[in-house]
């Protein structure tokens, strides 16, 4: 049901989708949906959630296989991985994280980019050692509302990302936290 959800909300948009649809589309009967989600919303709100643990995953994954000489190539290669599932999964360019559809999607006592920002800062602070501080919280957050941004800019302007606002969108941020992470510079 979630697959299906994802490819509808790619070609209808969130205002079309429907739970009949989206049954319909999943081959199951209307009782089967409404069995797990009661309305449109709810299915949207699970899918935003496969979405972000999804990204996570690929980060995660990211960090492990790849050596990264500080946090300013880690924010790139989180860049990559947001701009990979807007191209490639399904529902991704629709939903982002829940913003299209609701601000409190993932959470209703933290906006979306709050709880991106609080898994990303997680991540970083894991791999690099960075200073848990509010300083960073806010960095963190300031750099992900900035970069959520400039990199829907990019697919408004592009369908597959424009690559010189995906570019403008890295420097932005690196140039962002290499002012408020004093610890670490980048070398760019």
């Given at each position: 049901?979630?697959?299906a959800?994802?490819?509808?909300?790619?070609?209808?948009?969130?205002?079309?989708?429907?739970?009949?649809?989206?049954?319909?589309?999943?081959?199951?009967?209307?009782?089967?949906?409404?069995?797990?989600?009661?309305?449109?919303?709810?299915?949207?709100?699970?899918?935003?959630?496969?979405?972000?643990?999804?990204?996570?995953?690929?980060?995660?994954r990211?960090f492990?296989?790849?050596?990264?000489?500080?946090?300013?190539?880690?924010?790139d290669?989180i860049?990559?991985?947001?701009?990979?599932?807007?191209?490639?999964?399904?529902?991704?360019?629709?939903?982002?994280?829940?913003?299209?559809?609701?601000?409190?999607?993932?959470?209703?006592?933290?906006?979306?980019?709050?709880?991106?920002?609080?898994?990303?800062?997680?991540?970083?602070?894991?791999?690099?050692?960075?200073?848990?501080?509010?300083?960073?919280?806010v960095?963190v957050?300031?750099?992900?509302?900035?970069?959520?941004?400039?990199?829907?800019?990019?697919?408004?302007?592009?369908?597959?990302?424009?690559?010189?606002?995906?570019?403008a969108?890295?420097?932005?941020?690196?140039?962002?936290?290499?002012?408020?992470?004093?610890?670490?510079?980048?070398?760019?």
């Amino acid at each position: 049901m979630l697959d299906a959800c994802a490819v509808l909300l790619d070609e209808l948009g969130y205002e079309s989708l429907s739970t009949t649809r989206i049954a319909e589309r999943a081959g199951v009967a209307i009782g089967s949906v409404y069995q797990f989600f009661p309305d449109k919303r709810a299915i949207t709100q699970e899918l935003t959630r496969r979405n972000v643990e999804e990204f996570v995953r690929r980060v995660d994954r990211r960090f492990l296989e790849q050596d990264y000489r500080g946090w300013w190539e880690a924010v790139d290669a989180i860049i990559d991985e947001y701009v990979d599932m807007h191209r490639t999964v399904a529902g991704f360019k629709s939903l982002h994280f829940g913003d299209a559809v609701d601000l409190n999607l993932l959470d209703s006592d933290s906006d979306n980019n709050t709880v991106i920002a609080g898994r990303l800062r997680g991540l970083l602070l894991k791999e690099f050692g960075l200073a848990d501080s509010p300083e960073l919280d806010v960095a963190v957050l300031v750099a992900v509302e900035a970069g959520d941004s400039v990199l829907k800019l990019a697919f408004r302007r592009d369908p597959n990302g424009s690559p010189e606002i995906i570019e403008a969108a890295k420097h932005l941020i690196r140039g962002f936290l290499s002012r408020q992470l004093k610890s670490w510079s980048p070398h760019v």
